[in-house]
C-alpha cells in the first residue's frame, strides 16, 4: 500500500508513472548513465517526505484514539449520574447525551442522533402528542421552549405524555453550547400532590405557621369551619393569638423536621367561646421557608369520637345489636350468676334461610331493610333481660334467662321462627323469610360463652342439614362429630403432604372382547392406625376446607406416573371435583401431570358429575374445552341422577357417559330401570358416545347390559378397586371370550 502511494504520488509531482521510473532503475544498473546518476538524489529526498508522511498519519490515527477515548470516558462517566444529561451545540444540535437523558424522554428516544437539531426532535415529539403541555399552541409553546436555550441558569417544570414530570435546568457555555440537565420529580410532585389533599381535604383543622414568628400562613377547610375566623382573617394571625393564656409557640424550635411533638392547649375562637386542643405539631419547609404544620384535635369531639368508636367496636353498624365480642361478656356475666343462683339459661343461634338469594336478585339494599325488620320483631319478642346481638351477614344470637325446661325454650323458638315468618313489606313488596335456629341451655352445655355459642353453631348445623325453618337443641353427638371432622382434617393435611394417600384402580371391561380398556384411580387413605379410611369420610372434609385441589393434584399426578408404565392401550381415568374448576390452574395441572409422567393426553379420561353443570360457568366451559382441546378425554359421571341429565350433553360434547350404579343394581328384574339404561344406551350410540355401566355385580346385570349393546362395565363382579402393585398381574391374567375376571387371577 505505501508502494503503491508513494508511485501515485511521484505521479503528482512528477507527472511521469511511477512504475516507469522504476524501470528506469533497473536498466540503470545495467548501463549507468549520466541521467541515472542524477536521479539518485530525488529518490532519497521522495523517500523522506514519504516517512514524514507515515509519521504525520500515525500521529493523526493516536490522537483520533486518544480522541474516541476521552468520549468513551465522558461517555460512561454521565451514563453514571443519576440526571440527564445533553450536550448541544452553539446552533443546538446533538452532541451528547447519556442513558438517563434517554430513558426521561423514552417516547422521543429514537429522534436523538448526533447533529439532529433540538428543534426539529421537538416538532416531531409535539406532532406525536409527547409534549401534551403543547396542544393547541404549538408554535407558541415551540418558541417559548427554544427562548429558554438562551436564559442560563433558569429552571422550569415540563409535563410528558406518559404524566411524569421532568425539572429542566440548562447553562450556556463559553462558545454558545449547550449544557442540559434532566430531573425526573414525578415521585416529588405525587408527594407534593398527597400532601395538598391531605391537608385541604383532612376533617382535622390544619394550619400552617412560619417557624420564626408563628404568623400563619396557610389553613384548611376544616380550620375555617371550627374556629370561625375567614383565611383573610387567619393570615392576619400568630398562632400566639389564638392561644388563650399561653404566649409561647406550641412546639420546640430543637424538635427535628422528622419528630413532631402534641401539646394540650386552650384556643379561642372567633365567637368568644375556648376549646381544649390537642396539638400536633411537625416542622417542615412550606414555600422554601422553614414552617410547621399543626394538626389541632378538638378534644371534646375526640372525646364524642372515642365513644362512638368503642360503640362501633361492640355493635353492628346496620341494626344497632351488640356483636360477638359484647354477646361473648354478657354470657360470661351471666354464667358467673347461673353459678351461684342455680338458673339457667338457654342460647339461640338464629339464622336467615336463603337470605343471599334475596340479597342477589333484590339487591343489598333490600336485604339491609329485611334485617332490620328482622331485628325489630327479634327484640319484640324478648323480654327486658334477655339479649340479642347480630354475629353474622345473617345470623344473630338470642340469650334467653331464667328457662328451666326444654319445653319451654322450644316454644320460644317456635315463637321466634313464626314472628320472622310473616310477610315483610317493603314499599309496597312482600318478602316471606323462613329461619333455622340451634339452641344450647347453660350451663350444661357449655361452662363458658365461646363453648356455648359453638355447640349453639353445631345444633345449627344439624337444624339447617335437617330441615329448613325448624330448630335443634345442641347434643353431645355433635361435639364428638365435630371433633373427629377436625382430626380427619389434621390428619388428611398431614397425609397430603406426605403424600401416604395413593390411588387403587378398578379395571373397566369391554362387554364385546371381555378384555380391560382402562382403569378409574380411586383414592385410597391407607391409616397408620384406622386402617384404610373410605373416601366418604374423608373427600366431603378435604372439599369443605379446600384441602380438595392439593388431593386431586396428587392422586391425578400418581395415576398418571403409573398409567404410563401399563400397555398404549389401557386408558387411566380420575375424578374431578366441581371445587377443582374453581381455581384457574386445573388446565395447568394437567399438563404438568401429564407432561411428568410422559402420558399421552389420549390416554387421559377426567370424570365429572353433573352437579359441576348446574353453575353453567363461562370458566367451567372454557376449562373442559380446553381440556379437549389437549387431546383429553372427558366422561359424565353418575348420569341421570342430575336435574336435567340430557340439557347437558347439548352444552358440551362429552366422550363417555357412565350409566349410575343405581340404575344397574338389580337390573335383570327391574323392568323400569332396563327402561331407563335402553335409553341411556340408546341415546349413547346415536350421539357416538362410548357407554360405561357401573356397579355390575352380577351376571344378570351383564346379561342385560350385553343385550342393550352398551359397551362397557366396571363393578365387583370383574374386580375390586386394587393397588397398582397388583395391576400388571391383573393384565396378564386378562380372560379369553367373556368370561369376567375372577378375584383370584390376580
Known amino acids: 500500500m505505501q508502494d503503491a502511494s508513494w508511485g501515485e504520488e511521484m505521479r503528482n509531482k512528477r507527472g511521469q508513472p511511477g512504475d516507469a521510473q522504476m524501470m528506469v532503475g533497473r536498466r540503470a544498473k545495467k548501463k549507468p548513465s549520466k541521467r541515472g546518476l542524477k536521479r539518485a538524489p530525488t529518490v532519497r529526498h521522495q523517500g523522506a517526505e514519504l516517512r514524514e508522511i507515515v509519521r504525520r498519519r500515525a500521529e493523526t490515527e493516536a490522537a483520533i484514539a486518544a480522541a474516541r477515548t476521552a468520549h468513551q470516558r465522558l461517555r460512561a462517566a454521565i451514563d453514571i449520574l443519576p440526571q440527564g444529561v445533553v450536550f448541544l451545540d452553539p446552533e443546538h444540535r446533538y452532541i451528547l447525551w447519556n442513558e438517563k437523558y434517554a430513558e426521561i424522554y423514552k417516547r422521543s428516544a429514537d429522534l436523538f442522533r448526533e447533529g439532529a437539531r433540538f428543534e426539529d426532535t421537538l416538532r416531531v415529539g409535539i406532532a406525536r402528542g409527547d409534549y401534551p403541555e403543547a396542544i393547541g399552541r404549538e408554535e407558541e409553546w415551540l418558541a417559548e421552549r427554544l427562548d429558554r436555550l438562551n436564559r442560563p441558569g433558569e429552571r422550569h417544570e415540563q409535563t410528558l405524555a406518559d404524566g411524569r414530570h421532568v425539572l429542566i435546568e440548562e447553562r450556556l457555555t463559553a462558545d454558545g453550547s449547550v449544557i442540559g440537565l434532566r430531573v425526573d420529580i414525578t415521585e416529588l410532585k405525587q408527594r407534593e400532590e ?38 383573610e382573617e387567619f393570615q392576619k394571625l400568630r398562632v400566639r393569638d389564638l392561644q388563650a393564656f399561653d404566649v409561647a409557640d406550641p412546639w420546640s424550635t430543637d424538635t427535628p423536621e422528622e419528630e413532631q411533638t402534641v401539646r394540650i392547649w386552650k384556643h379561642v ?82 339464622d336467615l334461610d336463603n337470605f343471599k338469594t334475596i340479597n342477589d336478585t333484590l339487591g343489598h339494599g333490600i336485604g339491609d331493610k329485611l334485617l332490620e325488620s328482622v331485628t325489630k320483631r327479634l327484640r319484640s319478642s324478648l ?46 313488596q312482600s318478602i316471606v323469610i323462613g329461619a333455622s335456629i340451634g339452641i344450647a341451655i347453660a350451663p350444661g352445655d357449655g361452662a363458658d360463652a365461646e363453648r356455648l355459642l359453638k355447640n349453639a353453631d353445631m345444633a345449627l348445623s344439624r337444624a339447617k342439614q335437617d330441615a329448613r325453618g325448624t330448630f335443634s337443641f345442641f347434643e353431645a353427638e355433635m361435639d364428638a362429630r365435630a371433633q373427629s371432622r377436625r382430626r380427619i382434617e389434621t390428619e388428611l393435611r398431614a397425609a397430603i403432604k406426605a403424600e401416604t394417600l395413593c390411588p387403587h384402580y378398578q379395571p373397566l371391561i369391554d362387554l364385546k372382547s371381555g378384555r380391560i380398556t382402562g382403569f378409574e384411580a380411586l383414592v385410597r387413605w391407607p391409616h397408620p392406625e384406622r386402617g384404610m379410611i373410605p373416601p366418604s369420610e374423608f373427600i ?23 398409567a404410563a408404565k401399563w400397555p398404549d392401550d389401557v386408558r387411566i381415568a380420575v375424578n374431578l371435583s366441581p371445587l377443582q374448576f374453581r381455581s384457574s390452574n386445573l388446565l395447568t395441572t394437567v399438563m404438568d401431570a401429564l407432561r411428568q409422567a410422559g402420558l399421552p393426553p389420549a390416554r387421559l379420561e377426567l370424570e365429572i358429575t353433573e352437579t359441576l353443570l348446574l353453575e353453567k360457568s363461562d370458566q367451567v366451559l372454557a376449562t373442559l374445552h380446553a381440556l379437549r382441546a389437549l387431546g383429553v378425554r372427558i366422561s359424565m359421571d353418575d348420569f341421570g341422577t342430575g336435574y336435567s341429565s340430557l340439557s347437558y350433553l347439548r352444552s358440551f360434547p362429552f366422550d363417555k357417559i357412565k350409566i349410575d350404579r343405581s340404575f344397574v343394581k338389580d337390573l335383570g328384574a327391574n323392568l323400569d330401570a332396563q327402561a331407563i339404561v335402553r335409553s341411556i344406551i340408546s341415546l349413547g350410540i346415536g ?49 379369553r371370550a367373556m368370561r369376567p375376571i375372577a378375584a383370584n387371577d390376580a
Open 194 to 231: 398527597s400532601f395538598r389533599l391531605l391537608f385541604e381535604g383532612n376533617p382535622v383543622p390544619m394550619m400552617v405557621c412560619a417557624q420564626d414568628d408563628g404568623h400563619i400562613r396557610y389553613v384548611n377547610d376544616a380550620a375555617v369551619e371550627h374556629y370561625g375566623y375567614s383565611r
Open 269 to 350: 375562637k372567633a365567637d368568644g367561646s375556648l376549646i381544649d386542643l390537642a396539638i400536633y405539631s411537625r416542622r417542615f419547609v412550606y414555600d422554601e421557608q422553614p414552617a410547621v404544620m399543626l394538626a389541632l384535635l378538638d378534644m371534646t369531639e375526640r372525646k364524642r369520637a372515642e365513644a362512638r368508636l368503642a360503640f362501633m367496636a361492640q355493635h353492628d353498624s346496620l341494626t344497632g345489636l351488640p356483636n360477638r365480642s359484647l354477646l361473648r361478656s354478657r354470657i360470661d356475666e351471666m354464667l358467673t350468676h347461673s353459678r351461684r343462683s342455680g338458673d339457667k339459661f338457654a342460647v339461640l343461634f338464629v
Open 383 to 428: 323480654r327486658e333481660e334477655d339479649a340479642i346481638a347480630r354475629l353474622g351477614a345473617d345470623e344473630f344470637a338470642v340469650v334467653q334467662v331464667g328457662c328451666g325446661r326444654p319445653e319451654d325454650v322450644a316454644l320460644f323458638a317456635k315463637r321466634l321462627l313464626e314472628a320472622i315468618s310473616v310477610p315483610h313489606l317493603f314499599d309496597e
Open 540 to 562: 366431603p372434609v378435604a372439599e369443605e376446607t379446600g384441602l380438595i385441589g392439593q388431593l386431586g393434584s396428587l392422586v391425578l399426578r400418581r395415576a398418571c406416573l403409573d
Open 687 to 735: 350421539l357416538g358416545v362410548t357407554i360405561t355401566a357401573e356397579g355390575v355385580e352380577t351376571e344378570s346385570e351383564l346379561s342385560c347390559l350385553r343385550a342393550e349393546g352398551c359397551h362397557e362395565g366396571q363393578g365387583f363382579l370383574f374386580s375390586k378397586a386394587r393397588p397398582n402393585s397388583e395391576i400388571a398381574a391383573l393384565l396378564h391374567a386378562q380372560v
